[in-house]
Nanobody
Framework: QVQLVESGGGLVQDGGSMRLSCVASGRIFSRYGVGWFRQAPGKEREFVAAIVGSGGVTYYADSAKGRFTIFRDIAKNTVNLQMNTLKPEDTAVYYC????????????????WGQGTQVTVSS
């Protein structure tokens, strides 16, 4: 079974930047869609961004457009989420997931998740 591990979370001030990384136990990112989701306390896990495995086409939630960038680092076997101009409402646990679909905004289409990494944006 493929394992995903997220890293890069922490505490950042309002307006700051942070980069999250998701590494897989095998070289599978070119074959699967990868999504970043987040879950704030008391809320459902929501879509943030996704990248298509085969061609690298990317998709973003409206809340992430213009501020976040999802990209693959083939050499490091990671899918990363660069987050700029962070806001307190971005505070959540961020998860990366794998989907057999090219991409999906629906968390139920993702069959494999990492353990999550906490992002806290202070005002």
């Amino acid at each position: 079974q493929v394992q995903l591990v997220e890293s890069g979370g922490g505490l950042v001030q309002d307006g700051g930047s942070m980069r999250l990384s998701c590494v897989a136990s095998g070289r599978i990112f070119s074959r699967y869609g990868v999504g970043w989701f987040r879950q704030a306390p008391g809320k459902e896990r929501e879509f943030v961004a996704a990248i298509v495995g085969s061609g690298g086409v990317t998709y973003y939630a409206d809340s992430a457009k213009g501020r976040f960038t999802i990209f693959r680092d083939i050499a490091k076997n990671t899918v990363n989420l660069q987050m700029n101009t962070l806001k307190p409402e971005d505070t959540a646990v961020y998860y990366c997931g794998l989907t057999m679909s090219a991409y999906s905004r629906n968390r139920n289409d993702y069959g494999q998740w990492g353990q999550g990494t906490q992002v806290t944006v202070s005002s």
